[in-house]
């Protein structure tokens, strides 16, 4: 009989909203295919049932094959470059390494989603990169002009040829982030809501933008 096992493919998984997603989708009843570029991490994901995958996201053929090799019915983008610590500094010169990520990166990634056949890509994006407005800012609200690498990613997930689902995170607060309360600057979002919401995106909603915040 042919198998009923839906897998997913997280890219990012070790990641703070990667871990808590793949455990509720475990919960769920899927089969987990997670990414880290950390031996160490891999280890750790293996240990709550994901099997990981170590490859880099710029290394645009080997990812190809984790994608294509595991076969997912959906492809999740937690993917970020920014340091662990909230420090002005470290964050100034991750920047532009995050900026790359969105850009060359998620272009590989969907690369891989289109070679493997998948339906449905699910990513991360910010709801902190409009351009200034009146409040609540919606959905269909600019962004900000200097947002160019926030509007790539976007652009490549909703372009494809799957069902893309941008999910708009406010800024993360609890385990494993920047900070244990929500930040004086809205919007904010606590990092399981954040997870939960990816969990719910992977089969629910017509393709499309989604504040979470």
């Known amino acids: 009989m042919p198998s009923t096992e839906r897998t997913v493919f997280v890219a990012g ?13 475990l919960a769920d009843g899927w089969r987990v295919v997670g990414t880290t570029r950390s031996a160490a991490r ?55 390494n995050n900026a790359r990520l969105r850009e060359v990166g998620t272009a590989n990634l969907v690369a891989a989603a289109i070679m493997a056949g998948v ?18 800012l919606r959905e269909d609200a600019p962004l900000s002009p200097t947002a160019t690498s926030v509007a ?10 799957f069902d893309g689902i941008v999910l708009r995170y406010g800024r993360f607060y609890g385990p494993r982030t920047w900070y244990d309360r929500p930040s004086s600057k809205p919007p904010v979002v606590h990092v399981d ?21």
């Open 119 to 136: 339906k449905r890509l699910v990513a991360q994006s910010i709801a902190f990169a409009y351009a200034d407005g009146p409040l609540p």
């Open 42 to 96: 891999a280890a750790e994901l293996n240990a709550i049932g994901v099997e990981p995958v170590v490859v880099d996201v710029y290394d645009r053929d080997a990812l190809i094959r984790a994608v294509v090799d595991a076969k997912p019915d959906v492809v999740v983008h937690q993917l970020t470059d920014l340091p662990k610590e909230n420090d002005p500094e470290l964050l100034a010169a991750a920047l532009p």
């Open 152 to 161: 790539r990613l976007e652009e490549l997930v909703l372009d494809g040829p």
């Open 13 to 25: 998984a070790a990641g703070a909203v990667g871990r808590v997603l793949c455990q509720l989708l």
């Open 193 to 213: 809501a954040a997870a939960d919401a990816a969990r719910r995106a992977v089969t629910l909603g017509p393709p499309g933008i989604y504040n979470v915040a």
